[in-house]
């Protein structure tokens, strides 16, 4: 059958579209800008670039990220965590927060350490979506209600000023209108591999038509939201929230004297059995909280119920002080748990870190082990090789940053590339945590993976952060068939760098006897011999 559709031979050009939540959200930020007086101390917490720096030109703006997207820019007064930042209690009189939420794991834990960096009476400005695309992969876990986001501000201990849409109902549809049209094939050619043989004659046109008529649907209705047509029904695409720190310490809410006095009330109508039911609903309560928690920690650790030593706990917060490690106390607990359980299974073989930097995560894993267990620790001790072609923009970039030689350390500290002998001060290092690396039979050493890797014996456990493909392949290439079955290996970029990813799906790739598992880290576990 003939085709009635004229080929299209020349490229598809995205069309351009408005953006109504960025200009709602701007009218939201300059009335909050207005609402700080002069010389207020302003944190944007996961500022990204920055694009609200000039409304806070009048205040102390000081920017907060923790850098691993492309989204983020210098400069940056902060490089950490925003369940993490490096100041005092009450260090701020204002925080602003956009669009950052839902690529937290722990957004409990950010709003409470957003609500510690305050000052009593300070003011927080939040948005975060409810209805969005995937975006900023791998980093994207979660979207919020008005409902979800009123509880964790409340636990926080917050007073909420007001909560409102960020945009409207015609916002939102023309959000959808917008994926629409950027999803739907935009030519014959694109809908000709499909596979639609005779049907395409029919479909194209439909098809076609309907992502034209898309694009222009999407640009009306974001016209109507911005010029203020919207109704405050169906379901926004963002919320905004304007929250307090008490002046006071206060308990949130005034929750105890309410709980109080219902049951006062309670007992005094009811009688002494009203009041046993009240106090076994809450123990079943306090059962189901507790029981969450664990199942939270075991599916990102997989030994969370094995306690760890007090000189091991010790020894992590030491070295989380002394800015020694860029990983949060969570993650140096699996480590530390993964080591002591090889000793505790009688698992044989090496210990092992590729990628030490400061050293913190290296010193808490030989706090943990058995010290007649051998470990090695791997690093140049010095500036990080130059990625390959095998890596991706992601790399590159972030490798450009650091041989300009702008890049900051953990919390604002010099960068450890930097330093003039980090092998020294990674010995020393050991030797002030009480891990002498003699005594404690661990060898550090220095020289490219390539030149110095060469692995001759069984190992137990591995930790790898080396970063780039060429390092992780060399790792793995190295390193995993020497693993004991029960063994475990940490990849500690898998999820931030394009090169480290693709190098372990490349290795893994039907490769048996290991099992991958997608915890805060990436696993990968030897469950059979060779």
Same mark, same amino acid.
């Given at each position: 059958?003939?085709?009635? &559709? +004229?080929?299209?031979?020349?490229?598809?050009?995205?069309?351009?579209?408005?953006?109504?939540? @960025? #200009?709602?959200? @701007?009218?939201?930020?300059?009335?909050?800008?207005?609402?700080?007086?002069?010389?207020?101390? &302003?944190?944007?917490?996961?500022?990204?670039?920055?694009?609200?720096?000039?409304?806070?030109?009048?205040?102390?703006?000081?920017?907060?990220?923790?850098?691993?997207?492309?989204?983020?820019?210098?400069?940056?007064?902060?490089?950490?965590?925003?369940?993490?930042?490096?100041?005092?209690?009450?260090?701020?009189?204002?925080?602003?927060?956009?669009? #950052?939420?839902?690529?937290?794991?722990?957004?409990?834990?950010?709003?409470?350490?957003?609500?510690?960096?305050?000052?009593?009476?300070?003011?927080?400005?939040?948005?975060?979506?409810?209805?969005? =695309?995937?975006?900023?992969?791998?980093?994207?876990?979660?979207?919020?209600?008005?409902? =979800?986001?009123? !509880?964790?501000?409340?636990?926080?201990?917050?007073?909420?000023?007001?909560?409102?849409?960020?945009?409207?109902?015609?916002?939102?549809?023309?959000?959808?209108?917008?994926?629409?049209?950027?999803?739907?094939?935009?030519?014959?050619?694109?809908?000709? %591999?499909?596979?639609? *043989?005779?049907?395409?004659?029919?479909?194209?046109?439909?098809?076609?038509?309907?992502?034209?008529?898309? #694009?222009?649907?999407?640009?009306?209705?974001?016209?109507?939201?911005?010029?203020?047509?919207?109704?405050?029904?169906?379901?926004?695409?963002?919320?905004? /929230? &304007?929250?307090?720190?008490?002046?006071?310490?206060?308990?949130?809410?005034?929750?105890?004297? &309410?709980?109080?006095?219902?049951?006062?009330?309670?007992?005094?109508?009811?009688?002494?059995?009203?009041?046993?039911?009240?106090?076994?609903?809450? $123990?079943? /309560?306090? +059962?189901? +909280?507790?029981?969450?928690?664990?199942?939270?920690?075991?599916?990102?650790?997989?030994?969370?119920?094995?306690?760890?030593?007090?000189?091991?706990?010790?020894?992590?917060?030491?070295?989380?002080?002394?800015?020694?490690?860029?990983?949060?106390?969570?993650?140096?607990?699996?480590?530390?748990?993964?080591?002591?359980?090889?000793?505790?299974?009688?698992?044989?073989?090496?210990?092992?870190?590729?990628?030490?930097?400061?050293?913190?995560?290296?010193? #808490?894993? =030989? =706090? $943990?082990?058995?010290?007649?267990?051998?470990?090695?620790?791997?690093?140049?001790?010095?500036?990080?090789?130059?990625?390959?072609?095998?890596? %991706?923009?992601?790399?590159?970039?972030?490798?450009?940053?650091?041989?300009?030689?702008?890049?900051?350390?953990?919390?604002?500290?010099?960068?450890?590339?930097?330093?003039?002998?980090?092998?020294?001060?990674?010995?020393?290092?050991? /030797?002030?945590?009480?891990?002498?690396?003699?005594?404690?039979?661990?060898?550090?050493?220095?020289?490219?993976?390539?030149?110095?890797? !060469?692995?001759?014996?069984?190992?137990?456990?591995?930790?790898?952060?080396?970063?780039?493909?060429?390092?992780?392949?060399?790792?793995?290439?190295?390193?995993?068939?020497?693993?004991?079955?029960?063994?475990?290996?940490?990849?500690?970029?898998?999820?931030?760098?394009?090169?480290?990813?693709?190098?372990?799906?490349?290795?893994?790739?039907?490769?048996?006897?290991?099992?991958?598992?997608? @915890?805060?880290?990436?696993?990968?576990? *030897?469950?059979?011999?060779?």
């Amino acid at each position: 059958m003939r085709t009635r &559709v +004229r080929p299209d031979q020349s490229k598809s050009v995205q069309p351009r579209y408005i953006n109504s939540s @960025r #200009v709602r959200l @701007r009218q939201e930020m300059a009335r909050f800008a207005k609402g700080t007086k002069r010389g207020m101390r &302003v944190l944007d917490a996961g500022a990204g670039r920055s694009p609200y720096r000039k409304l806070f030109k009048h205040a102390q703006y000081e920017a907060a990220d923790f850098a691993q997207l492309d989204s983020a820019n210098p400069p940056l007064d902060y490089l950490c965590d925003i369940t993490d930042i490096p100041v005092p209690d009450g260090h701020f009189d204002r925080v602003i927060c956009n669009q #950052v939420l839902e690529h937290v794991p722990e957004p409990e834990k950010a709003i409470a350490e957003l609500h510690r960096v305050l000052k009593p009476g300070g003011r927080i400005f939040l948005s975060a979506p409810l209805f969005f =695309a995937e975006h900023q992969k791998p980093y994207d876990f979660f979207r919020y209600t008005q409902f =979800a986001l009123r !509880k964790m501000f409340e636990d926080a201990g917050f007073e909420i000023a007001r909560m409102n849409w960020l945009e409207g109902y015609f916002g939102t549809v023309a959000y959808n209108y917008q994926m629409m049209a950027k999803n739907l094939p935009a030519s014959v050619d694109e809908l000709r %591999g499909r596979g639609l *043989r005779w049907k395409l004659a029919y479909i194209a046109p439909i098809v076609l038509l309907n992502r034209k008529l898309a #694009v222009r649907l999407s640009r009306l209705y974001s016209r109507l939201e911005i010029s203020g047509g919207r109704f405050e029904r169906g379901m926004p695409k963002n919320y905004v /929230v &304007v929250a307090r720190k008490p002046a006071t310490d206060a308990p949130p809410a005034s929750k105890q004297p &309410v709980e109080e006095n219902a049951t006062k009330t309670t007992a005094q109508t009811s009688g002494q059995t009203t009041g046993q039911t009240r106090a076994e609903l809450e $123990a079943e /309560v306090a +059962r189901l +909280r507790a029981e969450t928690i664990r199942t939270r920690q075991s599916v990102c650790d997989p030994l969370a119920d094995l306690p760890l030593p007090s000189e091991v706990h010790t020894v992590l917060d030491d070295v989380r002080a002394e800015h020694l490690t860029y990983l949060k106390p969570e993650n140096l607990q699996v480590l530390a748990r993964q080591v002591l359980d090889a000793d505790l299974q009688d698992r044989p073989g090496l210990i092992i870190e590729t990628g030490a930097a400061l050293g913190g995560s290296a010193i #808490v894993m =030989a =706090a $943990a082990k058995d010290p007649k267990r051998p470990m090695k620790v791997y690093d140049v001790f010095g500036m990080i090789p130059e990625p390959s072609e095998r890596d %991706g923009e992601d790399v590159h970039n972030r490798y450009r940053k650091i041989v300009s030689g702008t890049s900051k350390g953990i919390g604002g500290e010099t960068y450890y590339g930097y330093r003039d002998n980090l092998y020294d001060e990674v010995s020393d290092s050991f /030797v002030r945590h009480g891990i002498d690396p003699a005594q404690h039979n661990v060898e550090l050493v220095q020289g490219l993976f390539q030149d110095t890797l !060469k692995i001759d014996e069984p190992v137990a456990f591995a930790h790898l952060d080396g970063d780039w493909y060429e390092s992780t392949m060399i790792c793995l290439e190295r390193i995993a068939p020497h693993l004991v079955v029960g063994g475990r290996i940490v990849l500690d970029d898998y999820f931030h760098y394009s090169g480290c990813r693709d190098a372990v799906d490349e290795y893994f790739e039907d490769r048996p006897g290991f099992r991958l598992e997608r @915890r805060t880290k990436l696993h990968a576990v *030897r469950v059979a011999g060779s």
